[in-house]
């Protein structure tokens, strides 16, 4: 009996071994050793046999696989991804669970090899390996579940359309952008969504396009979504395809992808309709398909832009720049802002709060006045500013102006944004917000301002 309980111990070792650390024993798989698989030699064949062709990439990938960790089972695409980053998890997972066994049956253990018994307190220690061992295989679970959900997305297609500096469309798969472009996918109904178009997507359309950003829209309330022209947004191959997609993640954990920046707004919440805010939600994937920003709200796209897609071959604001000329008043405010004039600014600013500020002062952030900005010595007197943009509102009433601000001469650049309001015959200011935005660059601060003063957000990974 001993001997069959040790020979059932040390069999459930080598299985447990063999399938949960096969990254130690194999070597990684991946997508593009697969392609290249090649059907081995046969010494003694006769003919040549015709039939051996690779398998099918997309096909070998999407087929499940089970896991004997987490009890069920997940794509292989899924499992390859997981093997490939994380080599040393599932050893420290069996490590675990075979330190519960031994120390749970220690006194078992100890009589079918004729040792002298074990301390009684030794299979109290199992509780604490045990614990050990469910905390490692839950983080495992879920860093599979994501990459499962990365895995599911990226089978969706969308329509690239792209703006009139690029030109051209066509019907691709989210994952055939990968290395290529970056996507964020956007869900909420057709009236938020006409509005995150207009406020964000029409302003910042070269600076996601320098970003190599892609945006797709999908309404929730509508078959399609009325799309406005300039932008560059995409169009959703098969709406309900990505309706259910957005269903899945909102109903399996909102916060998925929480790990990087969430880059949320409260615009998709400005709604007394509850069922607005539970149907608003938005993913971001980087060039390798990895989720880097989620939450159940509206993106903000310049803390996006700022935070986790900063532009690529970007030149900055020195060199010389073929642009959609600004409106005067945005030169007027940096006039005012580098030469310290405050009655100028006054007169610039409308006198209404701006909501992103009310909410850092009311988390209980400081304001600096506009009379501590200006002063001689915290002024940026050298800023250069260039490659101004604007885009009007269909009522002719608002505006955004976008321009790239540089701070010094080593290629540091800021991604600014002013919002402006039409009263009396005159636009006034409504706010000012900087990130920065320069290759390789993470934004680590948000400056917001608004007729009151300025906001300083910092990022608390870089403080």
């Keep these: 009996m001993k001997m069959k309980f040790l020979w059932w111990m040390s069999s459930s070792s080598l299985v447990l071994l063999t399938t949960s650390c096969r990254a130690f024993l194999l070597p990684p798989l ?124 990226a089978d969706l297609s969308i329509i690239a359309r792209r703006n009139v500096v690029v030109g051209g469309q066509r019907e691709t798969t989210v994952r055939s952008l990968r290395k290529e472009r970056r996507l964020v996918a956007v869900a909420a109904p057709a009236e938020v969504l006409a509005r995150v178009e207009a406020g964000q997507l029409l302003p910042l359309r070269r600076r996601l396009e320098a970003a190599k950003v892609d945006v797709v829209l999908v309404a929730t309330d509508a078959p399609f979504f009325k799309r406005t022209k300039g932008t560059s947004v995409c169009d959703p191959a098969d709406p309900d395809a990505w309706r259910r997609a957005f269903d899945e993640l909102l109903s399996a954990d909102p916060a998925w992808g929480s790990g990087g920046s969430s880059g949320g707004s409260e615009e998709g919440n400005k709604t007394d309709d509850d069922a607005v805010a539970t149907t608003t939600a938005f993913f971001a994937l980087g060039f390798d398909g990895r989720s880097c920003a989620s939450a159940a709200t509206v993106p903000n796209f310049l803390e996006l832009l700022g935070a986790n897609f900063p532009p690529l071959n970007f030149q900055g604001a020195g060199a010389p720049v073929d642009a959609e000329p600004g409106l005067p008043e945005q030169a007027a405010f940096y006039d005012a802002l580098t030469n310290g004039d405050l009655a100028k600014m006054e007169t610039l600013f409308g006198q209404v709060d701006d909501a992103d500020v009310d909410a850092v002062l009311d988390a209980g952030g400081r304001l600096d006045p506009w009379t501590s900005q200006l002063r001689d010595d915290n002024r940026p007197s050298t800023l250069v500013v260039t490659d101004a943009d604007v885009a009007f509102a269909d009522d002719g009433l608002s505006a955004t102006t976008t321009a790239v601000e540089a701070t010094d001469d080593q290629g540091k650049t800021l991604l600014a944004v002013q919002r402006w309001t039409r009263q009396d015959d005159h636009w006034r200011l409504l706010s000012h917000a900087t990130v920065p935005f320069a290759p390789n660059v993470a934004a680590g601060a948000l400056l917001r301002c608004d007729h009151r003063g300025c906001v300083l957000l910092v990022n608390a990974r870089q403080q």
């Design 30 to 153: 991946s997508v593009s050793r697969c392609r290249r698989w090649k059907p081995p030699p046969v010494a003694f064949a006769l003919k040549k046999n015709t039939n051996l062709k690779p398998p099918p990439s997309s096909s070998f990938l999407s087929k499940a696989e089970f896991d004997l960790l987490s009890l069920r089972s997940w794509r292989r695409e899924t499992l390859f991804r997981y093997s490939t980053a994380n080599q040393s998890e599932p050893l420290r997972i069996f490590i675990f669970l075979t330190l519960t066994l031994c120390f749970l049956f220690s006194f078992a253990i100890a009589d079918a090899v004729g040792a002298p018994p074990p301390e009684p307190v030794l299979p109290l220690a199992s509780v604490g390996t045990f614990g050990l061992f469910w905390r490692e295989r839950s983080r495992r679970t879920r860093r599979l579940l994501r990459l499962e959900r990365e895995c599911l997305v």
